[in-house]
């Protein structure tokens, strides 16, 4: 993990967890990377949650999510999710395995992004997702590319907010739900205005808490 995914204002305890739980569903935590460093996320306040530290000493290979997850009885979890403290699309190849291995024991899933995976990747990555992973839930939070940069700060800039409604457009007809979210604290109106956007799109749209996690 470089430096630079780190937050300066709080110390990380290294951490080799990457299967950890959260509201009675197992989780799956892959990478610090991220090419966001939004004003809200919770990483830049926190160093895990549910008793979990989360920033990561090193990336685990896939094996090596697959063997944890089976000592957590992973059958019984309702839903997995790809969600930890980074980017989950960082690792696009590690989500397939381990999502294939969860599709062929019948466990539903769940990827969380921010829908910059296709920007990373530098490549169309949803079909090889959507083989492997149930629900995509992308993080859309603003109605422009100037109000996403001004809160999310992405890497790749203004463009990154048209790279997020590409991604999604793309998950609509692979994936069996598309869901896009904002957090509420943005305000009625640019909720509004995201829902709009959200359903012309062709996704389900969900408002979540500032305090949720996923």
């Known amino acids: 993990m470089n430096k630079s995914d780190r937050p300066s204002s709080i110390f990380h305890l290294p951490s080799s967890i990457c299967v950890y739980d959260y509201e009675n569903k197992l989780y799956i935590n892959l990478t610090n990377r991220c090419s966001n460093a939004c004003t809200f996320c919770i990483r830049s306040k926190q160093d895990g949650l ?22 957590r009885n992973y059958k019984s979890s309702p839903e997995i999710v790809f969600c930890g403290y980074g980017e989950p699309a960082c690792r696009a190849a590690e989500i397939v395995e381990i999502g294939g291995f969860l599709k062929r024991n019948g466990v539903p899933t ?63 007809p692979k994936f069996k739900r598309t869901v896009m979210t904002v957090v509420s604290l943005i305000g009625e109106t640019e909720i509004e205005e995201c829902r709009k956007i959200c359903e012309g799109i062709g996704a389900e749209f969900r408002v979540r808490g500032y305090d949720s996690y996923t």
């Not at 490549?123 to 603003?142: C, F, K, P, W």
């Open 110 to 172: 769940r990827l969380n992004t921010n829908g910059q995976g296709n920007l990373i990747n530098g490549r169309d990555i949803t079909s090889e997702l959507a083989a492997a992973v149930d629900t995509v839930s992308i993080s859309l939070n603003n109605s422009t590319a100037e109000r996403y940069q001004a809160v999310c700060r992405s890497r790749f800039g203004l463009a990154a907010y048209q790279g997020v409604l590409d991604f999604t457009r793309l998950c609509v």
């Open 50 to 71: 549910n008793g979990h530290t989360l920033w990561l000493q090193r990336e685990p290979t896939a094996s090596e999510v697959i063997a944890a997850l089976e000592k």
